[in-house]
């Protein structure tokens, strides 16, 4: 059962554009959710994170959107650049104690080409 | 301030071999934890410590894995007899003590080769 399902697989974008990418989870229990950033042979680096209880956290061109009714964040990289090309991932962790509470439960990922 | 590190970085074996790799956290983080990210896939968590105690284990560690953190610093995995599709990439994360606990800071990988 996945529990983060993340679109779309993969994304092109020209350069000064938007690009968009899509996460939706299924556990209510879920109340903080990062991002991350995955350039090849690198591990995976945090890029920005919110929490339910806000709708929206910008830092610099990187913005979460979130929608706890529906059950669905995105990432908004405005300005999109080059060195942005990199494979995404949204993420999902409970707050509560306990079994499972330690646990990031990572959508499929998204890579993103931003050409020239 | 160091991020986390992991060593080897690459890891090609014979099928049936014993592997250990080795996770440094990032100082004073006193979680620590191993996810397994094989092609195209997300990371998928493997186990958890807090210290030294391991307090979580995910279905995935079968009985040939085993991870320890003896003084609570830092953690070695090991794979016993190795089986082609044990190879992914290992990744170790870190997060504070203080803080949002919630934040995993990932290291670089060891990516492991069974042939």
């Known amino acids: 059962q996945q529990q983060v399902k993340q679109s779309p697989q993969s994304l092109i974008v020209q350069k000064g554009g938007i690009s968009i990418i899509n996460c939706a989870y299924e556990n209510t229990a879920f109340d903080y959710f990062p991002w991350y950033q995955q350039f090849p042979g690198k591990g995976p680096a945090l890029l920005i994170a919110?929490?339910?209880?806000?709708s929206e956290k910008k830092e610099g061109r990187f913005t979460i959107s979130f929608n706890k009714s529906a059950k669905q964040f995105s990432l908004h990289i405005m300005d999109s650049q080059p060195g942005d090309s990199a494979t995404y991932f949204c993420a999902a962790i409970p707050t509560y104690s306990g079994a499972g509470s330690y646990q990031l439960t990572f959508g499929k990922g998204t890579k993103l080409s931003v050409i020239p | 301030d160091t991020g986390v590190s992991q060593d080897p970085r690459h890891k090609i074996t014979k099928r049936g071999q014993n592997v250990t790799f080795r996770c440094d956290p990032i100082?004073?983080?006193?979680?620590l934890y191993w996810y397994r990210q094989t092609l195209g896939q997300g990371p998928e968590f493997l186990t958890y410590?807090?210290?030294?105690?391991?307090?979580?284990k995910s279905r995935l560690l079968s009985d040939r894995f085993s991870a320890e953190r003896p003084k609570g610093s830092f953690s070695t995995l090991e794979i016993q007899r190795t089986e082609q599709g044990d190879s992914a990439m290992y990744l170790c994360a870190s997060s504070p003590v203080a803080g949002v606990r919630q934040t995993q800071y990932f290291g670089p990988g060891t990516r492991l080769l069974v042939l």
């Open positions: 919110i929490r339910p209880d806000v």
């Open positions: 100082s004073e983080h006193n979680r």
């Open positions: 410590f807090q210290n030294e105690a391991q307090l979580e």
